[in-house]
């Protein structure tokens, strides 16, 4: 199977099926793996009540209490690297990722050549529905500080909506990656850039969710700014050989 959609959970349960559905309804076969940390909602329950229906499709590793978004994601890359998934993606449990856009990201490592494909807001105008201008100025320029300390020519360096090959994330020391929250996802993508992976930008539209709640904050762009810089000077010591 080449396909695996890791989806981090917590109190989804307005979400989840639906989401769930969609994924496993594309042109494209994708198995989805839920990730979830202890959702007191029943978000773990609906999904063990879905795999059912989904036998071989849907699967879930479920973690006791929350343990940020960056650790669900390091599990689930190591659950599919174990079972040998060819392209693993990030996405979102509510809808800010249109699940569409991953046969377009499949595509672009699958046919392209790429060795990580990244769903980009910003690579074409600013592409964000439903935020307020000011979360829209905010992560915008996050991207434009990102690419001046680290000067990687990504244009959304902080989205969340990305395939890797599975041999960007069998090079890049998983168990090395040091942050958790909103800085992860920069760290991945400087890990793979600073590896030369083959890395594309390509353009959706990202609209704020309707249901459920966020769990941005304040704290989680904090990390952010003050990672990068760690980050930078972190690169200067380290071997990206491969």
């Not at 029943?42 to 978004?69: H, P």
């Not at 650790?71 to 509510?94: C, K, P, Q, S, V």
């Amino acid at each position: 199977m080449d396909n695996l959609v890791i989806i981090p959970t917590y109190n989804e349960i307005e979400n989840i099926e639906a989401i769930i559905r969609k994924v496993l309804s594309l042109q494209e076969p994708f198995h989805v793996l839920i990730v979830d940390d202890g959702s007191p909602d029943g978000t773990g329950s609906k999904v063990k009540e879905l795999q059912e229906e989904f036998k071989g499709q849907l699967f879930i590793e479920e973690r006791e209490g929350k343990l940020g978004l960056g650790t669900a994601y390091i599990h689930g890359f190591n659950w599919a690297l174990e079972r040998n998934y060819n392209y693993i993606y990030e996405m979102d449990a509510d809808f800010s990722h249109n699940p569409e856009d991953l046969v377009r990201l499949y595509h672009a490592c699958k046919h392209d050549g790429y060795e990580v494909a990244i769903g980009s807001r910003y690579i074409k105008g600013v592409n964000v529905v439903n935020w307020p201008m000011g979360r829209v100025l905010m992560s915008y320029f996050a991207g434009v500080y990102v690419r001046f300390i680290t000067r990687m020519p990504i244009m959304d360096p902080t989205g969340g909506f990305i395939c890797y090959s599975k041999h960007v994330l069998q090079t890049i020391p998983l168990s090395k990656i040091a942050f958790v929250g909103y800085a992860f996802q920069i760290e991945m993508k400087f890990n793979a850039f600073l590896y030369k992976f083959r890395i594309i930008e390509v353009p959706i539209i990202f609209t704020d969710r309707t249901k459920g709640v966020s769990k941005m904050s304040s704290k989680i762009f904090r990390e952010a700014i003050f990672g990068v810089i760690i980050m930078k000077i972190w690169s200067f010591f380290k071997d990206f050989k491969r």
